[in-house]
């Protein structure tokens, strides 16, 4: 039986939480979002809980995303927050680095962005929220060293609800839409949390 979910108008990370309750009682399920951060964020959600996926926008500016999964397919393992000991996660919340003079700040962040590379060991994930998410656009000045940090295998997650607040969601160059569940996982699971 699909279990159909109207998450339209809804906060992130509700379409998201919504998403996950209806497939763990379920393995057809249909959600209709209005935004396209949703979308990415269902979309991942599946992906890593096993499903395949159909995206469909209608012509009123919404979407379907339409999940399937198998029945006997079992989902990815949740992080387990139980640990001790984890990855090491930055977090990003301004495009400054300290308080006081704002020049300096940038030139800071851009410095500490550029430094990730060097760290031993490197961080399993780096989250942007806030005005931190100016520096995963087009046109950063950190762009090339956050897309070296992507290379390298290290997570880029960037808030949607952030991108979509300062209206830069479709200037996005690096790392993936995210939302509040995932950050507040990553850095829940995190052995080592740097906020700069």
């Known amino acids: 039986m699909a279990k159909t979910i109207d998450a339209k108008g809804l906060a992130c990370p509700q379409p998201v939480l919504l998403t996950k309750k209806a497939l763990g009682e379920e393995n057809n399920v249909t959600v209709t979002v209005d935004n396209e951060p949703a979308v990415a964020n269902i979309t991942r959600l599946g992906k890593t809980m096993g499903c395949t996926l159909h995206i469909d926008k209608r012509e009123d500016g919404t979407f379907q995303i ?50 990730i590379l060097s760290l031993e060991p490197l961080p399993h994930t780096v989250i942007f929220y806030n005005t931190g998410v100016k520096l995963t656009v087009k046109d950063s000045e950190s762009l090339d060293d956050l897309k070296e940090i992507e290379k390298k295998g290290i997570a880029v997650i960037v808030c949607g609800t952030c991108l979509n607040y300062f209206g830069i969601t479709k200037n996005l160059s690096v790392g993936v839409i995210s939302n509040m569940y995932d950050i507040a996982s990553t850095m829940a699971g995190a052995g080592r949390l740097v906020i700069p």
């Open 66 to 115: 339409h999940l399937s999964r198998d029945a006997g397919k079992i989902p990815s393992a949740p992080l387990d927050l139980s640990c001790a000991t984890g990855p090491l996660v930055i977090a990003i919340s301004s495009d400054r680095m300290g308080r006081g003079d704002d020049e300096l700040g940038y030139v800071l962040i851009r410095t500490f962005i550029h430094t």
